[in-house]
């Protein structure tokens, strides 16, 4: 098997939710440029239209195309089945991206930020992969499974998440929710794999680095010693999705430059 081919996703079609900003515009640039039909969706359908067109102006071997939809309600998650069904008998990766985040310092973190990101960031990222199971269910063989791909963090893997205490949680809740429909989906030929990325430039880490110095700053805390790029999402995508990422699932990605791994001094505090 030649190399591209394994991270070759000609007539695969996909749903990239919050596919027009951040992570998810990441990905669906990486998946339509392995050759995928990328269905990207936000609760601001002018931005998925406008992205769709600017990824197809590339002329990427795939395509996009892109609605509104909104993954915090119960509504909005049914018109989200409705359209995908409305445009493909089947669903061969479903990339659950659309999140929120919530920063107040302990003592002053108020009691909506948890009922606003538990019901996007878990609830509503459960609730659409179980809607769409008859989709993938359809794309799904023993050697090509469909692919389930969740959208952690780093900060649910580490306590790394100061003053993000609902956010940091609800990316915990991901990581695990993603081995427990590993485990019952498996069988079934669907892997569920997350991947759990550190700081890369979006619109919610705007914040803190979307000019250079800041950038610098957050690189000094990841032993790679620098930020994210669009380059490392769209390649952690296409594996996951691709027939070399076939045999995987229950995992969740480290993509944070080895955050995940790093640990402060030695175990005795000893001079080295």
Same mark, same amino acid.
């Given at each position: 098997? $030649?190399?591209?081919?394994?991270?070759?996703?000609?007539?695969?079609? #996909?749903?990239?939710?919050? =596919?027009?900003?951040?992570?998810?515009?990441?990905?669906?640039?990486?998946?339509?440029?392995?050759?995928?039909?990328?269905?990207?969706?936000?609760?601001?359908?002018?931005?998925?239209?406008?992205?769709?067109?600017?990824?197809?102006?590339?002329?990427? @071997?795939? +395509? /996009?195309?892109?609605?509104?939809?909104?993954?915090?309600?119960?509504? =909005?998650?049914?018109?989200? /089945? !409705?359209? /995908?069904?409305?445009?493909?008998?089947?669903?061969?990766?479903?990339?659950?991206? #659309?999140?929120? $985040?919530?920063?107040?310092?302990?003592?002053?973190?108020?009691?909506?930020?948890?009922? %606003?990101?538990?019901?996007?960031?878990?609830?509503?990222?459960?609730?659409?992969?179980?809607?769409?199971?008859?989709?993938?269910?359809?794309?799904?063989?023993?050697?090509?499974?469909?692919?389930?791909?969740?959208?952690?963090?780093?900060?649910?893997?580490? @306590? %790394?998440?100061?003053?993000?205490?609902?956010?940091?949680? +609800? !990316?915990?809740?991901?990581?695990?929710?993603?081995?427990?429909?590993?485990?019952?989906?498996? @069988?079934?030929?669907?892997?569920?794999?997350?991947?759990?990325?550190?700081?890369?430039?979006? !619109?919610?880490?705007?914040?803190?680095?979307?000019? !250079?110095?800041?950038?610098? %700053?957050?690189?000094?805390?990841?032993?790679?010693?620098?930020?994210? $790029? @669009?380059?490392?999402?769209?390649?952690?995508?296409?594996?996951?999705?691709?027939?070399?990422?076939?045999?995987?699932?229950?995992?969740?990605?480290?993509?944070?430059?080895?955050?995940?791994?790093?640990?402060?001094? +030695?175990?005795?505090?000893?001079?080295?």
């Amino acid at each position: 098997m $030649t190399p591209s081919a394994l991270f070759d996703l000609s007539g695969k079609v #996909a749903l990239v939710t919050g =596919g027009a900003t951040g992570i998810g515009r990441m990905a669906t640039e990486g998946l339509a440029a392995a050759g995928a039909r990328v269905l990207i969706c936000s609760r601001k359908a002018d931005a998925c239209e406008a992205v769709a067109k600017e990824v197809n102006a590339l002329g990427l @071997p795939g +395509s /996009v195309e892109g609605f509104g939809g909104d993954v915090a309600t119960e509504a =909005g998650i049914d018109a989200i /089945v !409705k359209e /995908v069904e409305g445009r493909t008998g089947t669903l061969h990766i479903l990339m659950n991206n #659309a999140g929120r $985040t919530w920063g107040a310092p302990l003592g002053e973190h108020p009691y909506e930020a948890w009922d %606003k990101l538990l019901k996007l960031n878990v609830q509503g990222m459960f609730h659409l992969t179980q809607q769409l199971l008859p989709l993938l269910r359809k794309a799904a063989t023993p050697d090509d499974p469909a692919r389930v791909v969740n959208v952690g963090s780093v900060m649910g893997e580490i @306590p %790394k998440g100061t003053m993000t205490y609902s956010y940091a949680v +609800s !990316k915990g809740a991901v990581h695990h929710m993603t081995r427990v429909l590993s485990n019952d989906l498996a @069988p079934e030929h669907i892997t569920v794999n997350a991947i759990a990325p550190g700081p890369f430039v979006s !619109k919610m880490t705007a914040f803190a680095i979307a000019t !250079k110095e800041g950038q610098d %700053k957050a690189a000094e805390g990841v032993p790679l010693g620098r930020v994210g $790029t @669009p380059e490392d999402v769209a390649g952690a995508l296409q594996y996951l999705c691709g027939r070399g990422g076939a045999y995987l699932s229950g995992a969740v990605l480290p993509l944070s430059g080895g955050m995940q791994s790093k640990a402060q001094g +030695s175990l005795f505090n000893e001079d080295l």
